[in-house]
């Protein structure tokens, strides 16, 4: 085996990394005119981390995500899944879109059960499939509303559906884009609380694209901020907060605030940098 890539865990483990991007940029074009999204990137997401980006609007986080589900290729260099170059979907990832994509012609549990209707899902016993949807569909707050159509609901609660149905998936690498953007803020902590009680322990590797960078810090093991367009990669910070984590205290701890002045410095440069391209 190649010794490109391999880490040595704490635990003394050797580990490939489960997402690898390698020199990635990508360039858009509006009509003739190029609009280099990504700059060229680099980057090792390890296997069961849960790993936030933040970037100002536009830095290509969302194009991250895209290339990594393999819905969209990159300009130049490599994306590896598993040691794999990514080519086509990758079916091993869930991903949460930013984009609200649930089906209109089927009700919340129809949505939420659509993953387990595909691949090798489909041979799980019934009483197993429904019982996954429900666990979901109560966890994320919509019991009550598995027979109501996304145009019944509120944007807040299509947002919790699209965040049940991803997670029904239960598989090794999670995607996640703004996944909390639209809610209110108790709404959103309750959320955030859920997820980290899925996560931890799970095993399970998350990308979590955010905005907000007392969520990044609250939930993430490693935290990467972005630079605006052509995004690249300004500042990477170890979150060296015990867990289990309590999303609702966390933000209290004396570190918490010293993570936050860090981060929050090279964001703010960043942005500064971002209108004075633009
Ligand atoms: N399919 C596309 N065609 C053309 N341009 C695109 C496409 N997708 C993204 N872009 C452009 O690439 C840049 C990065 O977009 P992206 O959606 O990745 O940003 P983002 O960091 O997710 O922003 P936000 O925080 O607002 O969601 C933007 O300038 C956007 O206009
Ligand atoms: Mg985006």
Redesign the pocket.
């Known amino acids: 085996m190649a010794a490109h890539g391999i880490r040595q865990r704490e635990e003394g483990v050797m580990m490939l990394p489960i997402v690898e991007f390698q020199d990635v940029s990508k360039v ?3 009509g003739a005119t190029p ?1 280099q ?1 990504l700059g060229r990137l680099n980057l090792e997401v390890r296997e069961g981390e849960l790993l936030a980006v933040v ?10 995500l ?1 290339m990594t589900a393999g819905l969209m290729e990159p300009g130049t260099g490599a994306i590896r899944y598993k040691g794999q170059v990514v080519a086509g979907a990758n079916t091993e990832v869930a991903y949460l879109t ?1 984009k609200d994509n649930l089906l209109p012609w089927r009700t919340v549990e129809q949505n939420v059960r659509l993953p387990l209707e595909m691949g090798d899902h489909r041979f799980l016993p019934e009483k197993e499939k429904g019982a996954r949807v429900a666990r979901y569909i109560g966890m994320v707050g919509l019991a009550g509303f598995e027979h109501h159509y996304p145009k019944e609901l509120s944007g807040g609660m299509r947002k919790r559906a699209q965040l049940a149905r991803s997670l029904v998936y239960e598989p090794d690498t999670l995607l996640m ?2 996944p909390f953007g639209a809610l209110d803020a108790q709404l959103k902590l309750m959320l955030q609380a859920e997820l980290l009680k899925t996560w931890e322990g799970s095993g399970k590797t998350l990308i979590l ?1 955010t ?1 907000d960078l007392t969520e990044a810090i609250s939930l993430a093991d490693r935290v990467i901020v ?1 630079s605006g ?1 052509p ?1 690249k990669i300004t500042a990477i910070a170890d979150i060296n907060l015990p867990r289990p984590r309590d999303v609702f205290q966390i933000r209290f701890q004396p570190q918490f605030g010293t993570y936050f002045e860090e981060l929050w410095a090279a964001l703010r440069t960043n942005m500064a940098e971002g209108e004075e391209i633009h």
């Open positions: 858009f074009f509006k609009i999204a970037g100002p609007s536009g830095c290509g986080k969302s194009t991250l895209n930013q884009d703004e694209v905005h972005m367009r995004g």
